[in-house]
């Protein structure tokens, strides 16, 4: 059986100590498509909507526990709840590039954020590559015309988002 050739900044042998289902095997360790990517934001996306939802009811049993003779519920403005949703993406999204390198999404998903050596990313480039991604979506579009399925944050940030199915983080 020949070896599948690693891209350029993933780490070999990734897999070497984890059991890689046969079936994915083919694509350990290259870069994520776009359909995967755009699931794993879904899934993200719905993790976001969920947090700023809880905060909502967290800040409404506060209000009912302070003053529950004149309790009425909060009306947030949407530029509030939109200004939560993206602060809680960008919070969410870097902190987790750059300590696991993968989001819940992409731990369904099978997928990690690495550097240019297959390593973890700088908490900066996490940082950095948050804000592209919230603020600036559009960049991730870039994959679907590079032929190493990098967005522009990543070839700006030498970040790759590949296949790992390594469940020790």
Known sequence: MAAVQQPDGVRPGAAAHVTVPPAVRSVQGHRAGIVTRMLA????????????SLG???????????????FS????????LIGCFLGFLVCYFGLAWATTGRTYG?????????????????????????????FVPIVLFWALVNRENRSAADVLLRTSVVYDWDSST
């Not at 909502?56 to 004149?70: H, K, L, M, Q």
Request: aromatic share 10%.
């Open 41 to 52: 934001s879904s899934v993200d996306a719905a993790v976001a909507v969920l947090a700023v």
């Open 56 to 70: 909502y009811a967290g800040t409404v049993a506060f209000y009912f526990i302070v003053n529950p003779r004149s």
């Open 73 to 80: 519920f909060p009306d947030p403005s949407f530029a509030l």
């Open 106 to 134: 992409a731990r369904l998903l099978g997928l990690r954020v690495v550097n240019s050596q297959g390593g973890r990313v700088r908490p900066g480039i996490s940082l950095a590559r948050a804000l592209m991604c919230v």
